[in-house]
């Protein structure tokens, strides 16, 4: 099964909207011709720049996400955005779970079996994100870590559920530190990600789903990941923000 590769980037709270528009105009103009040899492209703005950066985005294949989503319709959550609410924007995807979030901001993996439901009834692509800390990797825990959180984000959801849904791989250790896994470190994860998604759901859905690395990655480190065989792409932080990087990550992975 062919999986085509997706780089995604997170901007995170950086960017104001003109800015945005900059950097989205930038790659867009940017992209070699002939749109077949791409791999799927993602960014993904703060919330007060996803409309404009979905309108600057038109007429190119960039796609655009948010980074967060309630799993309520509307309510009393002060703060929180659903997924109608940033649908309007003319967002396909939306970040669930960052290791940031998780750290920081008390998000649970309840909370993102949550919003991860919420995503997909909405027609909304999540992208899930999981990962060990360093602590957690040296104790040698890493597997029993990642398979947690695949089961308990994941839970309570179908083979059909998980159609459009993509994993991200981010070790927290090599998050905006500069350490980026080595390739066999991420592989080894990434196909451990794959075997559990066949426990859960079977081997279809195994085979279909993308599964992303993030922590750190840049164009010179990019081939060696994007070639491992279960390494679908990249969730891109630091060099996201910077079109000719950018750039080189979407031609790393043609
Ligand atoms: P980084 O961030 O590329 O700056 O390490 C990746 C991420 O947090 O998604």
Excluded at 102 to 128: I, K
Excluded at 159 to 178: C, H, L
Aim: with cysteine; proline share 4%; hydrophobic share 50%.
């Amino acid at each position: 099964m062919s999986r085509r590769k997706l780089i995604a980037g997170n901007w995170k709270m950086n960017k104001t909207a003109a800015e945005g528009v900059a950097l989205v105009t930038a790659i867009k103009e940017g992209l070699p011709a002939g749109a077949d040899a791409l791999p799927e492209i993602l960014v993904c703005p703060t919330f007060t720049t996803l409309g404009a950066v979905v309108e600057a985005a038109k007429g190119s294949p960039i796609e655009v996400g948010a980074q967060n989503v309630h799993w309520a319709a509307n309510g009393a959550f002060t703060g929180e955005i659903s997924a109608d609410m940033l649908k309007t924007t003319g967002v396909t995807h939306v970040i669930i779970g960052h290791s940031e979030r998780r750290q920081y901001f008390g998000e649970t993996d309840a909370t993102v079996n949550q919003r991860t439901r919420a995503a997909v009834a909405a027609g909304l692509v999540p992208v899930v994100c999981v990962g060990e800390t360093l602590a957690e990797r040296e104790a040698g825990k890493t597997m029993d870590v990642i398979g947690a959180q695949i089961k308990a984000d994941f839970a309570e959801m179908t083979a059909a559920d998980m159609a459009t849904v993509v994993i991200a791989y981010e070790p927290v250790w090599a998050i905006g530190t500069g350490k980026v896994a080595t390739d066999e470190q991420a592989q080894e994860v990434h196909a451990f990600i794959r075997k559990v998604l066949a426990e859960m759901f079977g081997a279809a859905v195994a085979d279909a789903t993308r599964i992303l690395y993030g922590g750190s990655m840049k164009p010179a480190n990019a081939a060696g990941l994007l070639a491992q065989p279960d390494i679908d792409g990249g969730l891109i932080g630091g060099a996201a923000l910077k079109a000719p990087d950018f750039l080189a990550l979407i031609e790393a992975a043609r």
